[in-house]
């Protein structure tokens, strides 16, 4: 199952892992990449969802660190937060990921950042999740729009 | 349950044999005997991915006629397709704004921002929902 599109992300949910992986190009360094995911001031800028507010509660990213933060809605508070396994500045990012909601069940996030010539950077991310259950939901999940209505087209087509 | 739904489909087509039994059928029906033929595998092995496929939706079985042929349910499928299209859309956006963030940054950055306090600053880092 893949989705790709030229210069554009692709993402690729592996058949036989519970795995989503997605590659990014940027026309930046990779300095430049590694700091805006390392730096506070600048993940609140583009990590959170747009209708939501995103606050860093603290964010340590070095081996051994650990991050939370709070997206917050209407009153509403989502708490994030993992630790920092290995982090090499400007090539490597591995961490776990956690929603404070369902605080047992961990992902396995890995960020490789490669120069790939002329200025530009290659990202690649893969979330290995505990299951397929929970694989396909994270791939379902953070759509707002639409996600219910595709729910219910997929209950009125397996109702037929 | 609509999420125990998606991940039949999910599952279901985690099995190679199964993807491939799907990637013939977008072609045309096909009975269990015409299914089975390439495989190195009883009819009853198919039979059992099938049931598999059946469970998710994915395939139906005509019940009048006589060979009973196998039918993709394509909707089913195109949603999926759909759910992993919008999914990675949302990713592009994050994306594009991150292209943005990474435009107001000098080329000669330190990679590695100032080490912040460990416990929770008094005055935590937050954005409103800025375009």
Redesign the interface.
């Known amino acids: 199952m893949t989705t790709t599109s030229t210069h554009e992300t692709q993402i690729i949910a592996d058949p036989d892992v519970p795995l989503v992986r997605i590659v990014r190009e940027f026309d930046a360094t990779r300095e430049q990449v590694f700091r805006a995911h390392t730096d506070p001031e600048l993940i609140v800028q583009w990590l959170g969802p747009r209708d939501l507010t995103m606050t860093v509660d603290h964010y340590d990213c070095r081996t051994g660190g650990s991050y939370r933060y709070v997206h917050n809605r209407d009153g509403e508070e989502y708490g994030f937060n993992g630790t920092f396994h290995e982090v090499r500045p400007s090539e490597l990012i591995v961490q776990t990921f956690s929603f404070e909601g369902f605080p047992d069940s961990v992902a396995l996030e890995r960020l490789m950042i490669e120069d790939i010539g002329d200025g530009r950077t290659r990202l690649t991310a893969t979330s290995l999740v505990d299951s397929f259950e929970g694989r396909d939901a994270f791939l379902a999940s953070g759509m707002e729009t639409g996600v219910r209505e595709g729910y219910e087209r997929l209950d009125e087509l397996l109702a037929r | 349950m609509?999420?125990?739904?998606?991940?039949r489909v999910?599952?279901a087509?985690?099995?190679?044999t199964r993807?491939d039994m799907v990637a013939r059928l977008t072609l045309a029906d096909a009975t269990v005997n015409e299914l089975a033929e390439p495989y190195d595998v009883t009819v009853q092995a198919v039979s059992k991915h099938l049931k598999v496929l059946e469970d998710a939706?994915l395939v139906s079985r005509s019940r009048e006629a006589q060979r009973r042929p196998v039918h993709l349910?394509a909707?089913?499928f195109d949603?999926?397709?759909?759910?992993?299209?919008?999914?990675?859309?949302?990713?592009?956006?994050?994306?594009r704004?991150?292209?943005?963030?990474?435009?107001s940054?000098p080329?000669?950055?330190?990679?590695?921002?100032p080490r912040?306090?460990?416990?929770?600053?008094s005055k935590?880092?937050?954005?409103?929902?800025?375009?």
């Open positions: 609509a999420a125990d739904a998606l991940s999910f599952s087509l985690a099995d190679p993807r939706g349910e909707e089913v949603l999926m397709t759909k759910w992993i299209e919008r999914y990675r859309r949302q990713a592009e956006e994050r994306y704004r991150l292209d943005d963030v990474l435009r940054l080329e000669d950055i330190d990679p590695v921002p912040p306090a460990r416990q929770p600053s935590p880092t937050q954005t409103g929902a800025k375009r």
